[in-house]
């Protein structure tokens, strides 16, 4: 079950997204992902509500002069994005990738091999200015 939706490119990286099935994502979840870097959407009740929250795109500044991490790309909150480095576990990546998660809408940034990585790559945005 699919939603007709189109969907913006990833925020980070500018690939093209999609919405995630099982086979995509190791547990059932409504969300929209981006094959390319593995940024993972914000987390929505329904693919719906998934896809909505994936095409909301905050104007991602950092939130203080002294902030290192921008604010979430979708959410566009800023207080929750730093630190939280987690493993990541998608199908065929077991612990071998991290990544830095917002924990208000639960979206996730690119995935890398490198854990000093993530900050960087969260940070990374394509579009918009
Ligand atoms: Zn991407
Ligand atoms: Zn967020």
Not at 20 to 41: E, M, Q, R
Not at 88 to 117: I, M, Q, W
Request: hydrophobic share 35%; with cysteine; aromatic share 10%.
């Amino acid at each position: 079950m699919e939603v007709e939706m189109v969907l913006e490119d990833c925020p980070h990286c500018g690939g093209d997204a999609k919405f995630a099935g099982l086979a995509d994502w190791p547990y059932l979840s409504y969300i929209v992902f981006c094959p390319g870097c593995l940024v993972k959407g914000p987390q929505g009740p329904d693919y719906y509500m998934a896809g909505l929250l994936w095409n909301e795109r905050s104007n991602a500044e950092p939130a203080a002069d002294d902030a290192v991490a921008r604010a979430c790309a979708f959410c566009a909150d800023e207080v929750v994005v730093e630190g939280n480095n987690g493993v990541g576990n998608e199908p065929g990546h077991k612990g071998t990738l991290y990544f830095r998660a917002c924990s208000d809408c639960l979206a996730r940034g690119p995935h890398v091999r490198d854990k000093d990585g993530t900050l960087e790559a969260w940070n990374r945005r394509v579009g918009g200015s």
